[in-house]
């Protein structure tokens, strides 16, 4: 099962996909957990250019585009695999992040987008997906608040707050269109709440394959 966890800068996916991981590997469920950009060794790299903040003016269709060839690297180096090997895969991030990022925050071609992704995803889609939501304000106050100082955020953090809404609109439009597989998920109720929340929906969705 390929599981997914997307939201706004400093929703809290990444807490969530560590505890999820967690109560997976207590009741002996084969867990990879993985990322995006990154998750090889060639992700890890350009990961360190997308968000570097010496390179800022980095060209949009060269963002996305750096993104993909990390996509494509990913699912096949690292995903693909663990998944033939009967393993439940959990990402932070995947194409989702494309299309609200990309697409929605820079104003991109979403149509064009989701093709070229297509192309780089290679079949591999998301069984379940979840967002973590919450308002930009809040987001960004977690960020700036676990950075310390300025200096201490990436560069897509550092964006203007008109950016983080439009991605924030963006990922709202995607949970609309997908209800089946992106489950929305509060991330202003408490941590431990939306753990149990999270752990409940992917016990019943891997037993409700297991059945099939």
Same mark, same amino acid.
């Given at each position: 099962m390929f599981i997914t966890f997307e939201g706004i800068e $400093?929703?809290?996916?990444? *807490? %969530?996909?560590?505890?999820? #991981?967690? =109560?997976?590997? @207590?009741?002996?469920?084969? &867990?990879? &957990?993985?990322? @995006?950009? /990154? $998750? *090889?060794?060639? $992700?890890?790299?350009?990961?360190?250019?997308?968000? !570097?903040? +010496?390179?800022? /003016?980095?060209?949009?269709?060269? @963002?996305?585009?750096?993104?993909? #060839?990390?996509?494509?690297?990913?699912?096949?180096?690292? &995903?693909?695999?663990?998944?033939?090997?009967?393993?439940?895969?959990?990402?932070?991030?995947? +194409?989702?992040?494309?299309? #609200?990022? %990309?697409?929605?925050?820079?104003?991109?071609?979403?149509?064009?987008?989701?093709?070229?992704?297509? &192309? =780089?995803? !290679? $079949?591999?889609?998301?069984?379940?997906?979840?967002?973590l939501d919450c308002p930009v304000s809040l987001g960004l106050e977690r960020v700036r608040t676990r950075a310390a100082t300025p200096e201490g955020t990436d560069r897509l953090e550092r964006e203007p707050d008109a950016f983080h809404e439009r991605v924030h609109a963006g990922f709202l439009k995607l949970a609309a269109a997908e209800p089946d597989r992106i489950v929305v998920i509060d991330s202003r109720l408490p941590m431990r709440e939306n753990g149990a929340r999270i752990l409940d929906e992917t016990l019943r969705r891997l037993a409700a394959g297991a059945s099939r």
């Open positions: $400093g929703c809290g996916k990444s *807490t %969530q996909l560590a505890l999820l #991981a967690a =109560a997976l590997q @207590e009741r002996s469920s084969p &867990v990879t &957990v993985t990322r @995006e950009p /990154g $998750g *090889t060794r060639a $992700g890890d790299a350009i990961r360190r250019l997308l968000l !570097d903040t +010496s390179a800022p /003016g980095l060209d949009p269709l060269a @963002e996305l585009l750096l993104y993909l #060839a990390d996509r494509a690297q990913h699912v096949r180096e690292t &995903v693909k695999p663990a998944l033939a090997a009967g393993r439940i895969v959990l990402c932070d991030r995947f +194409s989702d992040s494309t299309i #609200a990022y %990309q697409g929605y925050g820079r104003g991109g071609d979403v149509a064009r987008i989701r093709l070229l992704d297509e &192309v =780089a995803r !290679d $079949g591999c889609r998301p069984d379940l997906t979840f967002l």
